[in-house]
Antibody, heavy 122, light 110 residues
């Protein structure tokens, strides 16, 4: 069974930093592209970024709203995905979901974690 | 402003057939597969439809998807009260080099 468990959310002041983690299990983590998606309170889904698999050099892509501030990384040995968030703004307040592609070759999002809440406020 | 446009709300009565539209452009829906997700309040989204009208295991065949040009639709037949949820379309956008989501449609079962 695919399991994705996020952690690391919490309250942070504007301008601060936070690192989210996502521990994966139930599949061969290194084979899959992984995404981060967020959802502000009462709003829709917003893609944050994704990291490809090792076969594709772990390359990353980001939404314009977070590019240059957020960094996605992975540690295949720990089957874990990370989101380093710097220079946080109040508009970054959201539930952050870790997500896995449907299959190793079908790259749409197929599985979601339960989410972790990040609140940016003074 | 979402790259993909969905109606903010839709409604139907039990047993009815409801469709939710998702309008995009040549750089997204026009070139790439469309995915549909269902989300209940306080929970993570769940994949409903992917590829050419494919459903993950466990998704009832009451749910179906279609695509024509730069638009896509989700159809729910035999509407049930438990279908009341938010529905999102998504695809890859080649111009943005990123994933695009629709703004979401809140489905109410009357």
């Amino acid at each position: 069974e695919v399991q994705l468990v996020e952690s690391g959310g919490g309250l942070v002041q504007p301008g601060g930093s936070l690192r989210l983690s996502c521990e994966a299990s139930g599949f061969i983590f290194s084979d899959y592209y992984m995404d981060w998606v967020r959802q502000a309170p009462g709003k829709g889904l917003e893609w944050v970024g994704r990291i490809r698999n090792k076969a594709n050099s772990d390359t990353t892509e980001y939404a314009a709203s977070v590019k240059g501030r957020f960094t996605i990384s992975r540690d295949d040995s720990k089957t874990s995905l990370y989101l380093q968030m710097n220079s946080l703004k109040t508009e970054d307040t959201a539930v952050y979901y870790c997500a896995r592609a449907i299959t190793a070759t079908t790259r749409g999002i197929g599985y979601w974690g339960q989410g972790t809440l990040v609140t940016v406020s003074s | 402003q979402s790259v993909l446009t969905q109606p903010p709300s839709a409604s139907g009565t039990p047993g009815q057939r409801v469709t939710i539209s998702c309008s995009g452009g040549s750089s997204n829906i026009g070139r790439n597969s469309v995915y549909w997700y269902q989300q209940f309040p306080g929970t993570a989204p769940k994949l409903l439809i992917y590829g050419i009208n494919q459903r993950p295991s466990g998704v009832p065949d009451r749910f179906s998807g279609s695509k024509s040009g730069t638009s896509a639709s989700l159809a729910i037949s035999g509407l049930r009260s438990e279908d009341e949820a938010d529905y999102y379309c998504a695809t890859w956008d080649d111009s943005l080099s990123g994933r695009a989501f629709g703004g979401g449609t809140k489905l109410t079962v009357l």
